[in-house]
């Protein structure tokens, strides 16, 4: 059984940074893609940030040169740098991992329970 146990959220004022990570555990035979995907109120979810277990990279354009997503495969951990974050940011921030179990299953998307983000002053 795998979880996503994510941390790091909080309230910050416009300008500054969090960290966030996520920590996959349980039957994680192969841990393929993580990402970052981030949710506020009345809106729909989008895709943050994601990287490869090869370290390649992507972001949607709006964090571009504020976040950087890391991972640490010996730990099955991903982060999420945040820096000069500003109130457009404030959202839940859910932890995404694709994953296959066993060798013998598909991978499947896993993810965590979400972290909340507020930017405020």
């Known amino acids: 059984q795998v979880q996503l146990v994510e941390s790091g959220g909080g309230l910050v004022q416009p300008g500054g940074s969090l960290r966030l990570s996520c920590a996959a555990s349980?039957?994680?035979?192969?841990?393929?893609?993580m990402g970052w995907y981030r949710q506020a109120p009345g809106k729909e979810r989008e895709l943050v940030a994601v990287?490869?277990?090869?370290?390649?990279?992507n972001y949607v354009d709006s964090v571009k040169g504020r976040f950087t997503i890391s991972r640490d495969n010996a730990k099955n951990t991903v982060y999420l740098q945040m820096n000069s974050l500003k109130p457009e940011d404030t959202a839940v921030y859910y932890c995404?991992?694709?994953?296959?179990?066993?060798?013998?299953?598909?991978?499947?998307?896993?993810w965590g329970q979400g972290t909340q983000v507020t930017v405020s002053s």
């Open positions: 990287i490869t277990s090869g370290g390649l990279k």
């Open positions: 349980g039957s994680t035979f192969s841990i393929n893609t």
């Open positions: 995404n991992a694709l994953i296959r179990v066993t060798f013998s299953q598909n991978p499947r998307d896993y």
